[in-house]
């Protein structure tokens, strides 16, 4: 804290973005006196969070495209239809195949993403890059 002080970034904003390959991770805007409003926090915060997220989605395209398991063009598809709140029956019907077939795939992608329910499996593929909001 001392040598952020001599350098005038003792105060600001830290927000903590994981620990890819088990090094603490943060974004720090720092400065002698800054200003920072509650929404320019908020701002930072979900920048970072989105900036760090689509670093780990881009590096690991780099490290040999697709992961081992990755989702199929169909599981993704189904996945971003659940991630907006479709039910099986309304995602069969948008797509033109069986409630039945659309419920194998989502058991697909659950097994795939080590998922016990489908907002796990969700949350899971955005984490990994698999599905967007």
Not at 31 to 40: F, I, L
Request: aromatic share 4%; hydrophobic share 45%; net charge positive.
């Amino acid at each position: 804290m001392q040598a952020l002080e001599t350098y005038e970034m003792g105060k600001g904003v830290i927000v903590p973005i994981g620990r890819p390959a088990n090094v603490p991770s943060c974004v720090w805007l720092a400065g002698k006196n800054p200003e920072v409003h509650d929404d320019a926090i908020l701002a930072t915060q979900l920048v970072s969070l989105f900036a760090a997220s689509k670093i780990k989605a881009l590096s690991r395209l780099r490290r040999g495209g697709a992961l081992s398991g990755s989702l199929t063009k169909r599981e993704r598809e189904v996945l971003q239809w659940i991630s907006i709140g479709k039910t099986s029956w309304e995602i069969s019907i948008i797509s033109g195949m069986s409630e039945r077939a659309i419920n194998n795939i989502i058991a697909g992608a659950m097994k795939k993403l080590n998922a016990v329910t489908r907002v796990q499996a969700v949350v899971n593929a955005i984490r990994q890059g698999e599905v967007e909001l």
